[in-house]
């Protein structure tokens, strides 16, 4: 017998995608609490460093562009 024969196919999780989720276990009682603390360290920390982070890059590159063909404008007469 092939190994996907001796198989279930009542436990196929993708001809019966709702069958097999009572037979899954619980997640352990920590999870939520690190999912928590994940979220809060993104969003509080992470994303204001890199979003100042991407708007001073861009900050510097038109200032480094603006220091090597001068300032925007009408060509001077």
Excluded: C, N
């Amino acid at each position: 017998m092939s190994r996907h024969q001796s198989r279930d196919p009542s436990q196929d999780p993708v001809r019966f995608p709702f069958r097999t989720a009572a037979d899954q276990p619980l997640p352990d009682p920590g999870a939520k609490r690190r999912e928590i603390a994940m979220f809060l360290i993104l969003a509080v920390v992470i994303w204001p460093i890199l979003s100042v982070a991407v708007v001073g890059g861009y900050g510097f590159l038109v200032w480094m562009s603006q220091l090597i063909m001068g300032p925007p404008g009408p060509p001077p007469v």
